[in-house]
């Protein structure tokens, strides 16, 4: 400030001017002042609705807080109070997220006024995740992309490739002990995805040096460097499991899509890197999250293996859960929905752009108006807490999505437990991802009994770490593994 006022005193003004040399330093601060101001400016089409403090939003990302911490804390009081949406500063704009279940439903069912942000060119995230994919394709180019994604996850649910994982999984866990669990799930999940829907076995769960996750953990890291060119190189690795699987087709989703003659290479690649990201991080996520919380209450992990044994009691296949011994797994799939609830892996959906004008009436009765050109953001951990929404939403209670009528199910599932989002654009591997938890908890159930350490970082909450894609993810999560008593 010092060197920019010398400078000014050094300026020369027209000789009537002069005398009002004295009050640079006011004037200079009046412009630093509105100057920020007008950064942090909520436009007037918007300012009808509440805005989360730009001071208060600032400081948690300065603090360090990772998503979730800072949507219970600085978004989630507002969906208490029944604001159905309301403002949030981020990277330089004010963005509407969206609090109330209802308002969710309608915006999800509408993909049209209601499209998916593309977001701008030179992120080095993009550069990695590519712009030719059913992630983030609009229109015609997304029913395009999204049938031929949908059909090859469609094709089977790959239960025994999981257990065979969960079997390899085993004997890595040696005799037990403290074990790294959310790097362990992190391995299984990458294997489960690469031999399933790539066609690649990445090794990750038998190699803790496999140059591939070496690679992508790297580039996740350095995410935030733009100098950092690695990424071509992972983008390249990709390229070259296209090529090999063009030549060697196998029982994988990429093989279903290349049968597909409707994609060009960069859209197969491209989405390919899509189920390589959708596909593991979420579903480790969602491992570690549910193995946590029947550590933190063992009467739940208990009641959950006596269902699984029970089950399983006539079991003719080594060990590996069938279809049917899994639908006789009620109170284990409460389990894993209340998890996917109580820490959903998605904190919050990717950005929807407003076409057109609109008001939403939310749950409540409580209007809001969301004008053209806004960014639109479905808040899911605000949603998943919403105190009119559930009970004790703090806490993780299965019972809640036990004995639920078909017709209270389909109602949850069309709008407030949101974990794999709603309407055409949901996730189209939600029962991928659900059987593969289903089958993993139930082989470490019957196998293993675990506790979490009283040191624990854990032990007053879980824990998240920083994710580049907004994931809640939990991080130096130690859990003590012993084999469970038959
Ligand atoms: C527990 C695990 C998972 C969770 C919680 C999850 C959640 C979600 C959510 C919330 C969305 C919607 C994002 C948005 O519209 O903003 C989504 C989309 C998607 N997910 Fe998943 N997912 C999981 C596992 C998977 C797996 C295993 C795969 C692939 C193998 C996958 C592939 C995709 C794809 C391709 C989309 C984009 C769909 C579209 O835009 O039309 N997901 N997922």
Request: aromatic share 10%; with cysteine; charged share 20%.
């Amino acid at each position: 400030m010092s060197t920019i006022l010398s400078t000014l005193n050094d300026f020369q003004l027209p000789a009537e001017l002069e005398p009002y040399k004295a009050y640079w330093p006011v004037l200079l601060s009046g412009a630093v002042v509105l100057g920020v101001r007008n950064l942090f400016a909520v436009p007037r089409e918007l300012r009808h609705l509440p805005k989360v403090s730009v001071i208060r939003t600032l400081w948690s990302f300065i603090r360090g807080e990772v998503e979730d911490v800072r949507i219970k804390k600085l978004l989630l009081p507002y969906a208490n109070k029944g604001e159905p949406a309301v403002l949030v500063y981020a990277l330089g704009r004010w963005i509407v997220h969206v609090l109330d279940r209802k308002i969710a439903k309608d915006l999800s069912a509408d993909i049209v006024t209601y499209p998916k942000e593309v977001p701008p060119d030179g992120l080095l995230l993009w550069r990695f995740v590519g712009y030719q994919n059913v992630i983030l394709s609009n229109g015609e180019a997304w029913k395009r992309h999204h049938k031929v994604v949908k059909t090859a996850l469609d094709r089977n649910v790959p239960i025994g490739e999981f257990s065979t994982l969960a079997k390899k999984l085993f004997v890595q866990m040696g005799n037990g002990g403290l074990l790294h669990w959310n790097d362990l799930t992190m391995r299984y999940t990458l294997d489960a995805v690469g031999t399933t829907a790539i066609g690649h076995d990445f090794d990750a769960i038998n190699n803790h040096d496999s140059p591939f996750v070496k690679k992508y953990n790297h580039v996740m890291e350095s995410i935030a460097n733009p100098a950092y060119l690695a990424i071509d190189e992972l983008v390249a690795m990709f390229q070259g499991i296209l090529t090999f699987k063009k030549e060697n087709p196998g029982n994988d989703m990429l093989t279903y899509m290349l049968e597909d003659k409707n994609m060009n290479d960069t859209e197969y690649r491209d989405n390919m890197v899509v189920f390589f990201i959708a596909g593991h991080d979420t579903t480790a996520g969602a491992m570690s999250s549910l193995s946590y919380y029947m550590a933190m209450k063992p009467e739940i992990q208990q009641r959950a293996r006596e269902e699984v044994r029970a089950a399983m009691a006539k079991n003719t296949t080594n060990g590996e859960p069938t279809m049917a011994e899994l639908a006789q797994m009620p109170y284990l799939q409460a389990c894993i929905r209340e998890s996917l609830r109580v820490n959903t892996p998605i904190t919050y959906m990717v950005p929807r752009a407003a076409m057109k004008d609109a008001v939403f009436t939310g749950s409540n009765g409580k209007e809001a108006f969301i004008p053209a050109g806004s960014s639109i953001i479905t808040n899911i951990t605000a949603i998943h807490y919403k105190e009119d929404y559930w009970s004790n939403p703090t806490e993780f209670i299965p019972e809640r999505f036990m004995n639920l009528s078909e017709s209270q199910e389909k109602e949850y599932d069309a709008t407030q437990w949101l974990p794999f989002a709603l309407g055409s654009r949901m996730c189209p591997a939600r029962n991928f991802a659900m059987y593969e938890q289903r089958v993993l908890a139930a082989m470490l159930l019957n196998e293993w009994e675990w506790t979490i350490p009283s040191d624990s970082e854990h032990i007053a909450g879980i824990k998240n770490g920083f994710s580049p894609f907004a994931l809640s993810l939990p991080q130096n999560l130690y859990l003590n593994f012993k084999p469970a008593r038959k």
